[in-house]
């Protein structure tokens, strides 16, 4: 398996702990093995030095953004290259929001979920055995190989 996520300058990133927790900023600058200046004037993130490992990297990079820009430049390559839509369509960020709105739920918001996921699993069970009904005709695939009999 090959590596594509490096940190570099100009990777969109998400921050993972602090009290910015989830909002997404830039690398402007590579300070050290550990820490590294982010800016995200877009989504509220001041300019700052923040340790990698408060970092989650994202597969998005800018294109323009070059070592120590100043956040007009880094707010312009946002703006032309639009990677907060990009990374709303992305399965981590659909993750979270999904995460986010069940932790919004009510308590009866919780059993309207799961009389529906039993009504759900009522209507599968009624569909399974009317194709396994439908099938009796012919021997399932397990028998008709011999595989599980026991002579």
């Given amino acids: 398996m090959v590596l594509t996520k490096f940190v570099e300058v100009g990777r969109v990133v998400k921050i993972n702990y602090g009290p910015q927790e989830g909002k997404l900023a830039t ?8 820490r590294v200046l982010i800016d995200g004037p877009t989504t509220g993130v001041q300019r700052q030095v923040i ?3 408060r970092l989650t990297l994202t597969k998005f990079n800018l294109k323009g953004a070059t070592r120590g820009a100043r956040t007009g430049v880094i707010t ?3 703006k032309k ?25 009510t308590d009866f918001d919780r059993f309207r979920v799961m009389i529906l996921r039993k009504r759900r699993s009522a209507l599968l069970s009624t569909q399974l055995k009317a194709l396994r009904k439908n099938n009796a005709g012919g021997k399932p695939a397990a028998q008709a190989k011999g595989g599980n009999k026991k002579k």
């Fill in 27 to 34: 690398i402007v600058e590579i300070l050290n093995d550990k």
């Fill in 51 to 53: 340790p990698i490992r």
């Fill in 76 to 78: 312009k390559a946002i």
């Fill in 81 to 105: 290259n639009d990677p907060i839509a990009q990374y709303q369509n992305t399965l981590a960020a659909k993750k979270v929001a999904k995460k986010a709105l069940r932790a919004k739920l």
